[in-house]
């Protein structure tokens, strides 16, 4: 089934491959970068940042050699800034541990400052061309479907756990292009086998898929399948959440000169004084804010 299934994803995805300008380049600083922005930040709002910050840290060296802060600083409109913190580590790292070079073994890569087992593969895949699967949320979701007929409500079997798939998702990569598989199963995640409306209609899985087939089989083999409805709650509004507040106070500091303390004063949006000093001590711990004897703040120098 791998071979089938590859050559279909592969031939559907040539003319229809989402441009990117961190697709363009196998640079595995550069992939590595793109792949830690990549992991909570969407691929289109990447893009631009992504350009900026290899165009200001080419090389892991470049990177180790400046400040926390100045890390922070370039991370700005990128979010979870704890992701520059770790990154800058990672660049240290690779500078200390392998000569400046980004290992290609992904076992050697997950030992990284921020590097997870998704992340290690993906660098692994597309910058090396490595044979192995990178499960992000899109490619675990395609190949559970197709394999597992994960999450429709026809699926009479166990919901498979990351191990099984990672096993599948190996198997059906083997004798692929690391890189063409990996990106075109990601654009397939992204734009066809959607979360809550996946398009098999336009799939070119679809006579391999055994969601699709469940779903033919449920409410006859024209009707388009859906996933089992979720019970979804209403989300909190962003500006009473924690993250919102960090972001907030990160921006704060970033916004003053270099190696200056400041003192962080309330309340900000609906957050009380204490709510405040509960983050600024957060950020501290997370290594993106230093504080001085007084209570003041500044970004790492
Ligand atoms: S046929 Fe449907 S469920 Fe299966 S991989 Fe394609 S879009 Fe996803």
Redesign the pocket.
């Known amino acids: 089934m791998g071979t089938a299934l590859a050559h279909r994803l592969l031939s559907w995805h040539r003319p229809v491959a989402r441009q990117f300008a961190f697709r363009a380049t196998t640079d595995p600083w550069a992939v590595l970068v793109s792949e830690v922005m990549l992991q909570q930040t969407q691929a289109p709002r990447v893009e631009r940042h992504w350009i900026a910050f290899i165009g200001r840290y080419p090389t892991p060296d470049a990177l180790a050699h400046a400040s926390v802060g100045d890390a922070i600083r370039s991370w700005q409109g990128l979010g979870y800034n704890r992701r520059a913190v770790r990154l800058r580590e990672t660049a240290v790292a690779i500078v200390e541990r392998h000569d400046g070079q980004v290992p290609w073994d992904p076992t050697e890569l997950a030992t990284l400052p921020g590097i997870g087992p998704y992340t290690a593969r993906a660098i692994a895949a597309i910058a090396f061309g490595a044979p192995v699967a990178a499960l992000d949320t899109n490619i675990r979701?395609?190949v559970g479907?197709?394999m597992h007929g994960h999450g429709?409500a026809a699926d009479p079997g166990p919901i498979p756990g990351p191990a099984r798939v990672q096993v599948d998702a190996d198997a059906l990569l083997e004798g692929s292009d690391p890189r063409a598989w990996t990106l075109a199963a990601m654009d397939?995640g992204a734009t066809?086998?959607?979360p809550r409306t996946?398009?098999?209609d336009?799939?070119?899985?679809?006579e391999l898929?055994?969601?699709?087939a469940h779903a033919a089989m449920a409410a006859g083999a024209t009707a388009v399948?859906r996933p089992a409805p979720r019970a979804v709650s209403p989300a909190p509004s962003f500006e009473t959440t924690n993250r919102w507040l960090r972001g907030r106070l990160v921006e704060a500091l970033r916004s003053i000169p270099p190696g200056e303390w400041t003192a962080i004063a309330g309340p900000i949006g609906r957050h009380s004084q204490q709510a405040i000093a509960a983050a600024v001590q957060d950020l501290r711990r997370d290594g993106i804010v230093e504080m001085d004897g007084e209570g003041r703040a500044r970004l790492p120098v």
């Open positions: 979701r395609v479907r197709v429709h397939l066809i086998c959607r996946p398009r098999c336009a799939c070119p899985l679809v898929c055994r969601f699709a399948p």
